[in-house]
């Protein structure tokens, strides 16, 4: 690992000097626009690498779309697998919906799933030769008029025109320029473990929900192998008085398709301490204070229900770049202003959507859920992907 003092002085900003911390979906798109402008950001990321956070995404053009600019679009598709149809069952397994998609992603462009790292490699791929220092983060950060002081761990320090906070639905740079009543945690009560199989679940292209009273579990495909998630309130799922997982899982999915279970069980037994996923997002009431802003999940994070909190993220570091494009580092602030008018509100609505979804689909009343899923019964395919279309229509160049 380079330390801090060697990263710098081997640095070459370029037009701005910029600090992106976090080498995550928005902080690196970020980075790769830039680039294409002629600014080297200074890139550093907490982890030592990408396997860190081992989930899989699912991308709508309205974020994968930036991938042709940066010359990546075919790499995507490459490591990419179609999410053509949506199969939606009861908690305990009987059909209830099957949607094909491909009309509406003939028309918007298609839907796709990969893991989180292969998505990292793609744009570290349009990064060209811009280094990425790992395990690398701030310690402290303070501005002054003409910029921002930023001391990082080692006690190096450095002096930039902007940073820019990338930092993920935990953003510590987010803590550092809002106070606490300036951003809201907003919790489902539920939470999820990932697990990963290559037991044939679901057919190629085909994403699988089984929505129960109590109780969520969710297929999605990547190239080798599905990742499930597998939910219930937080009580219920963490509460280790009732068990190790596999025993609370058994219980919460009682009823359940006999061969999900027992897969599901097996994957439980073999790693007793799945990857938690604690349902909740945040949304901050300003995205930036001076010289510091945030981008991605650091300014508005999402729940997972509408699975489009990677494309917002993306969105939003494309909007940013464009400002930035057009400002020198004295008027910065205003390009700043810029950014955070277009992307805002239209984040903040791809969130309540989110939310709006989750007390839809996390519910565990059962007589609510038995009217819920015939609710479902009834919607079209258009009528199931307005909100999500209606969003897509609504962007702003
Ligand atoms: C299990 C799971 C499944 C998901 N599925 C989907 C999906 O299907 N579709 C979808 O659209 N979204 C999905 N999401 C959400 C999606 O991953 C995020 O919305 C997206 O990654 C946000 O991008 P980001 O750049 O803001 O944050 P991230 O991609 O989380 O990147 C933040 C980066 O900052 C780094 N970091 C944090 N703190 C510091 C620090 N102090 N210094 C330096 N670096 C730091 C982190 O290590 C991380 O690499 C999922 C999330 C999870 C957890």
């Known amino acids: 690992m380079l330390s801090m003092r060697d990263s710098l002085a081997a640095w070459k900003p370029g037009r701005l000097r910029v600090l992106v911390v976090g080498a995550g979906i928005s902080g690196l798109t970020l980075s790769a626009l830039l680039r294409r402008q002629g600014i080297d950001p200074l890139v550093i990321e907490r982890a030592a690498n990408f396997e860190a956070a081992g989930y899989s995404i699912g991308l709508y053009p309205i974020g994968s779309r930036v991938l042709h600019g940066l010359g990546v679009f075919d790499d995507f598709m490459r490591v990419s697998v179609d999410y053509d149809s949506y199969q939606l069952?009861?908690?305990?397994?009987?059909?209830?919906?099957?949607?094909?998609?491909?009309?509406?992603?003939?028309?918007?462009?298609?839907?796709?799933?990969?893991?989180?790292?292969?998505?990292?490699?793609?744009?570290?791929?349009?990064?060209?030769?811009l280094p990425i220092y790992f395990e690398q983060a701030p310690a402290a950060i303070a501005q002054d008029p003409?910029?921002?002081?930023?001391?990082?761990?080692?006690?190096?320090?450095?002096?930039?025109?902007?940073?820019?906070?990338?930092?993920?639905?935990?953003?510590?740079?987010?803590?550092?320029?809002?106070a606490p009543e300036e951003y809201a945690k907003f919790d489902t009560g539920w939470g999820a473990w990932v697990l990963w199989t290559t037991e044939p679940l679901a057919a190629p292209g085909e994403t699988r929900e089984y929505w129960g009273a109590g109780s969520f579990l969710g297929i999605y495909p990547v190239r080798d192998a599905l990742m499930l998630c597998v939910g219930g309130p937080k009580a219920a799922i963490s509460d280790t008085s009732l068990g190790a997982p596999v025993d609370r899982f058994r219980r919460i999915f009682q009823g359940m398709d006999a061969h999900l279970v027992d897969v599901v069980a097996s994957l439980l037994v073999a790693d007793a301490n799945p990857f938690f996923w604690d349902l909740h997002d945040y949304r901050s009431r300003r995205w930036s204070a001076g010289r510091?802003?945030?981008?991605?999940?650091?300014?508005?994070?999402?729940?997972?229900t509408a699975g489009i909190g990677a494309s917002m993220a993306m969105n939003a570091a494309a909007s940013l770049a464009d400002e930035l494009s057009r400002s020198d580092a004295t008027h910065l602030t205003l390009a700043l202003d810029a950014y955070v008018a277009r992307q805002k509100a239209r984040t903040e609505k791809a969130q309540t959507l989110s939310r709006e979804l989750g007390k839809f689909m996390l519910v565990e009343n059962r007589p609510l859920a038995?009217?819920?899923?015939?609710?479902?019964?009834?919607?079209?395919?258009?009528?199931?992907?307005?909100?999500?279309?209606?969003l897509m229509e609504s962007e702003v160049s």
């Open 370 to 390: 038995w009217a819920r899923d015939h609710l479902a019964k009834m919607y079209t395919t258009e009528q199931f992907a307005r909100d999500t279309l209606k």
């Open 292 to 304: 510091v802003v945030l981008c991605g999940d650091a300014a508005a994070a999402f729940l997972p």
């Open 146 to 178: 003409g910029g921002v002081a930023v001391t990082f761990g080692d006690g190096a320090q450095a002096h930039f025109d902007l940073v820019v906070g990338a930092d993920g639905i935990h953003s510590w740079t987010r803590q550092q320029v809002l």
């Open 89 to 129: 069952h009861s908690g305990t397994g009987e059909p209830i919906k099957s949607y094909d998609m491909r009309g509406i992603f003939d028309r918007i462009g298609p839907f796709r799933g990969l893991r989180r790292a292969e998505m990292l490699e793609v744009l570290r791929t349009a990064l060209g030769d």
